[in-house]
């Protein structure tokens, strides 16, 4: 499946402030049975959107309608827990391309960029500025430029710089994942390889 190219985004947000969302929150257990990555996204926080008669919960911001966007606003320490790779299926099948946090966890984060999602980590303050500008106004923006590793608070004007993995940066703008990049390689390879024949 063709991956698509990450270079700018900018975009409404959809915020869960709560700290500590293990991957268990995201996408429990019991729905592990599947082995392609498709179907996870209406999993989503199955528990949390939920009661237990399967009656969404209307105030859970997946469920409520002011909230919308492909940026995942969360609090401190998300993707916590076991090292499933379908928390990140869920949240990209769902539709999200970025997740926001002050801190994620290493396997979590390194899940997330082998499905084209990027954790975007920023300092605690300005977490703390993304949530008051959305609950102040739901329509508020957010830019990600993953070029320049900028992410910016459209309506207060703050920006903070993020770190990525420069490989994982290059899969992303260029939309490859781990194969692609090799067969792009291809030439760089096969003169490499003439060299030392």
């Known amino acids: 499946m063709e991956q698509q190219k990450f270079e700018k985004l900018q975009s409404r947000a ?3 402030p709560t ?4 991957t268990d929150q995201i996408i429990p257990a019991r729905f592990l ?3 392609t990555r498709e179907g996870f996204g209406d999993k989503l926080f ?3 959107k939920n009661d237990e008669a399967g009656k969404p919960i209307p105030d859970f911001p997946l469920n409520d309608s002011k909230y ?7 609090g401190k320490n998300f993707g916590c827990g076991s090292s499933r790779e379908h928390a990140a299926w869920a949240i990209a099948d769902y539709g999200f391309k ?9 396997i979590f984060k390194n899940n997330a960029l082998n499905n084209m999602l990027l954790p975007l980590q920023v ?9 008051q500008a959305i609950q102040a106004d739901t329509h508020a923006k957010i830019e990600v430029d993953l070029e320049n590793q900028t992410v910016t608070n459209l309506v207060s004007g703050n920006s903070e710089t993020f770190e990525i993995n420069p490989y ?11 194969l692609d990049y090799l067969l792009n390689q291809k030439e760089n390879i096969e003169a490499y390889e003439a060299k030392r024949a």
Request: glycine content about 4%; charged content about 20%.
């Open 19 to 22: 700290e500590n969302i293990d």
């Open 98 to 106: 970025v997740v926001i946090s002050s801190f994620f966890a290493d």
């Open 33 to 35: 049975k599947a082995t």
């Open 14 to 16: 959809v915020p869960i």
């Open 68 to 74: 919308s966007g492909q940026i995942l606003v969360a």
């Open 168 to 178: 994982k940066k290059t899969c992303l703008l260029n939309g490859y994942d781990d």
């Open 123 to 131: 300092s605690e303050n300005f977490l703390q500025n993304l949530f």
């Open 46 to 48: 199955a528990d949390w």
